[in-house]
């Protein structure tokens, strides 16, 4: 590996910078420069104090961590419930055409709708935020999971049954196998929208939680905190984004750099 | 489900009362004005990302430095949920209708930019090859080449972003308006009225539905070649 | 010589159920194909060479009449029938000796059995040093001779491939058909090859079924009696090709002749 690659990366973190102060970093200090209020946009070096301060008072960790676990339950119920009605839809028509409607009405309802309903049945209680992250994840993981059923090449199913391969061998040898990667790609959106749909949720009807904790600090016109809030949710999603796709590099390792199979 | 059975017995309404409830609200008109003050929120917020993201979305697809310069601060800004933004939004705006545009232009922007992107990206080298040896300059270039093939994918972005902007502006106004459908079934949970939620959420579904069609039969008018 | 496989009054009907038409892809098919014969079936498109293939295989039912393997009728697909396909269909997520090892899998065979049973097919096809690639790493060609080996190493009955080299390029395909007829050499096996090119059929087979256009029959089968190896440039070779040649002509002008009402018929 010579200069190359090494040459680009420079260049290409260079001009990243460069955006990021011209675009984010500039205009923000010339705002303040200029006299807007801290609580429009409060000066930089308070927000780095900021972050130091809610990591050392112990508001910032718990609020993460409560929202994390209530992220996770939701979305592996979801996997759980989503992946296995998906395999089934996929691999069985009739099933598939019985469940339709149902489906497709379902996925125009966002998520969000739901909130003012969860709110009704299950009040500031748990299940509540879990039944709207649940919601979030489980049609995407539906549907993708179908998509990937569906998506199986017919040859290989045809070339397994000339290897001697009865159903129940093809199902578990070829047709899963096969759907896996399109699967991962799905639960990597699901998680995605499971995020957007807590944080929703914990703004609305939580007394705890990152979105409580900005929801709050807006009340008190604590714009640092609200700031210092945004980015760490920014940052565990992305977080997030980055692990899925390190194991969607991982299940899809057998195709060629361009993507072909 | 640990909730009491109280308070569930009492808020799973029946249909008839769904419908008397929405029926009620659509006698006074109220309904439609919270729709009306819905939707034109969201094509607010929407057009401004629209203005914003195709242009910018294109120019980073054909120049290498736009797209150097501007991808780092659009990659940090993009995990920021659109919905965290909303009580920045109210810090800046207050409650109300910029609020809520703004928040769906947040929305709205990071989808159609990068769709928009990942069209111009995907003009076929071959095409630009042919259209050169045509005596294509770089304005023709960009005008005749690279907009068409990009189209695709910025009807795309553009109708991700309209669920997007809709789903954006029913859950700002929950939080963030007087008005507008998304407070309404807010209002209708503080009060207490499960038939008028759930009839509020039908009415988000269909609309959302009715969007997602006409956006698509757009799509089929400005895309006739694409139906194979 | 034994029969090895047969097919006696075959027939394949769908019925299009928007039109209400029904379609005949093949009609009275009688074809005996001898144990270790290699037979070409060619025909012009949509003759339902690949069809027939497919019922030989089992893939499909036939809506009429029989086919039988070693004397016993045949109803559905099994590893006693292996088929190459055109697509090469393998398995993506499976090295090359997964691949070739999918049918000894479902066999029941130990892993090292397994192994060394793949190993064999993988040198017999020439893809020694090629084990452990993924078929996204391997060339049209190297797929191909993976999707023989596979279906090889299972040691089927009968050997179907349908167009196995038609999408590899002129120089690949010259160099595949030489290896199929040595491998066909060594094991012995009975081939039934599917193609649209009279050259590769008179170079590869011993007998050749020629179709007619849908509904496809069998016109005619012609014998080739030249020794291998054969000479593509020599004169009896192009003696032999004629009466190919000439019996494919019609069907495809009449394919030909019919196509501007078919597309019309077949857009929705």
């Given at each position: 590996m010579g200069s190359g690659p090494r040459r680009r990366f420079l260049h290409a973190s260079i001009l990243g910078l460069i955006g990021v102060a011209a675009v984010l970093l500039f205009p923000w200090q010339v705002a303040v420069w200029l006299g807007v209020r801290p609580v429009v946009l409060p000066p930089l070096p308070l927000i780095g104090r900021t972050v130091v301060d809610l990591f050392a008072s112990e508001v910032l960790l718990p609020a993460v961590l409560v929202s994390l676990a209530r992220v996770n339950v939701g979305f592996a119920l979801a996997v759980l419930t989503?992946?296995?009605?998906?395999?089934?839809?996929?691999?069985?028509?009739?099933?598939?055409?019985?469940?339709?409607?149902?489906?497709?009405?379902?996925?125009?309802?966002?998520?969000?709708?739901?909130?003012?309903?969860?709110?009704?049945?299950?009040?500031?209680?748990?299940?509540?935020?879990?039944?709207?992250?649940?919601?979030?994840?489980?049609?995407?993981?539906?549907?993708?999971?179908?998509?990937?059923?569906?998506?199986?090449?017919?040859?290989?199913?045809?070339?397994?049954?000339?290897?001697?391969?009865?159903?129940?061998?093809?199902?578990?040898?070829?047709?899963?196998?096969?759907?896996?990667?399109?699967?991962?790609?799905?639960?990597?959106?699901?998680?995605?929208?499971?995020?957007?749909?807590?944080?929703?949720?914990?703004?609305?009807?939580?007394?705890?939680?990152?979105?409580?904790?900005?929801?709050?600090?807006?009340?008190?016109?604590?714009?640092?905190?609200?700031?210092?809030g945004m980015a760490v949710i920014a940052v565990i999603g992305a977080t997030y984004n980055w692990v899925f796709q390190r194991v969607e590099a991982r299940v899809f390792r057998y195709r060629s750099a361009e993507g072909r199979l | 489900m640990s909730v009491s059975s109280t308070v569930a017995s009492s808020v799973i309404p029946s249909p008839p009362s769904v419908l008397g409830a929405l029926a009620g609200q659509l006698a006074t008109g109220v309904l439609v004005e919270h729709v009306v003050a819905s939707l034109g929120r969201s094509v607010l917020g929407y057009l401004a990302a629209a203005a914003v993201g195709v242009p910018v979305g294109l120019l980073m697809g054909v120049s290498p430095t736009a797209r150097g310069v501007l991808a780092a601060p659009v990659e940090l800004l993009r995990p920021v949920s659109s919905i965290a933004w909303i009580p920045l939004a109210i810090l800046w705006f207050g409650i109300g209708v910029s609020s809520v545009a703004f928040v769906t232009f947040i929305v709205c922007v990071f989808l159609v930019l990068l769709n928009t992107l990942a069209g111009a990206l995907s003009v076929d080298g071959d095409l630009l090859k042919a259209a050169r040896t045509l005596g294509a300059g770089r304005r023709v270039l960009f005008q005749k080449v690279v907009v068409p093939s990009a189209l695709p994918g910025i009807l795309l972005g553009l109708r991700v972003a309209l669920a997007g902007a809709w789903g954006g502006v029913v859950v700002t106004e929950m939080i963030a308006s007087q008005n507008g459908i998304g407070y309404m079934i807010h209002h209708a949970q503080i009060t207490f009225q499960p038939g008028l939620v759930i009839g509020g959420m039908l009415v988000i579904g269909l609309v959302g539905y009715g969007l997602n069609r006409a956006f698509l039969v757009l799509e089929q008018r400005l895309l006739p070649y694409a139906r194979a | 010589m034994a029969d090895k496989i047969v097919a006696t009054g075959v027939g394949k009907r769908y019925t299009i159920d928007r039109t209400g038409h029904d379609v005949v892809a093949l009609e009275d098919i009688h074809l005996a194909v001898g144990a270790g014969e290699f037979v070409c079936i060619v025909g012009p498109s949509g003759c339902g060479k690949s069809t027939l293939l497919q019922l030989l295989a089992g893939l499909e039912p036939a809506t009429a009449g029989t086919i039988r393997l070693d004397g016993r009728e045949v109803t559905g697909a099994g590893a006693d029938r292996g088929m190459v396909f055109q697509s090469h269909a393998l398995f993506p997520w499976r090295t090359v000796l997964e691949n070739i090892e999918f049918g000894l899998e479902v066999k029941g065979l130990g892993r090292a059995e397994r192994r060394a049973v793949a190993t064999r097919y993988a040198e017999l096809v020439s893809l020694h040093g090629f084990e452990h690639a993924y078929p996204s790493e391997l060339s049209g060609g190297m797929k191909q001779r993976v999707g023989i080996a596979r279906a090889l190493a299972n040691e089927p009955e009968v050997l179907l491939m349908d167009e196995p080299f038609g999408a590899l390029d002129a120089q690949t395909r010259e160099v595949m058909q030489q290896e199929l007829l040595e491998i066909w050499r060594k094991t012995g096996r009975t081939i039934v090859f599917v193609t649209h090119s009279v050259p590769e059929a008179v170079f590869l087979a011993d007998r050749i079924a020629v179709m007619t256009a849908r509904p496809g029959r069998i016109k005619a089968v012609i014998d080739v009696d030249l020794p291998h190896p054969r000479d593509v440039t020599g004169a009896d070779f192009g003696r032999l090709m004629r009466p190919v040649y000439a019996s494919l002509r019609e069907e495809v002008l009449e394919t030909l002749r019919r196509e501007p009402r078919a597309s019309r018929e077949t857009t929705p």
């Open positions: 989503g992946v296995p009605l998906g395999l089934v839809l996929g691999r069985w028509r009739r099933a598939y055409q019985a469940c339709e409607p149902l489906l497709e009405s379902f996925r125009f309802v966002i998520p969000f709708a739901w909130i003012p309903l969860a709110i009704l049945w299950f009040g500031t209680h748990e299940a509540g935020k879990l039944f709207i992250i649940w919601y979030a994840g489980f049609f995407l993981v539906v549907l993708h999971t179908i998509a990937g059923v569906r998506g199986v090449d017919p040859d290989l199913v045809k070339a397994a049954r000339t290897l001697g391969a009865g159903e129940g061998t093809i199902f578990i040898k070829v047709v899963l196998p096969a759907a896996l990667p399109a699967t991962v790609t799905g639960l990597r959106i699901a998680f995605a929208a499971c995020w957007i749909a807590l944080i929703a949720a914990e703004l609305v009807a939580a007394r705890s939680g990152l979105g409580y904790l900005i929801m709050d600090a807006r009340e008190f016109l604590q714009t640092n905190v609200v700031i210092v | - | -």
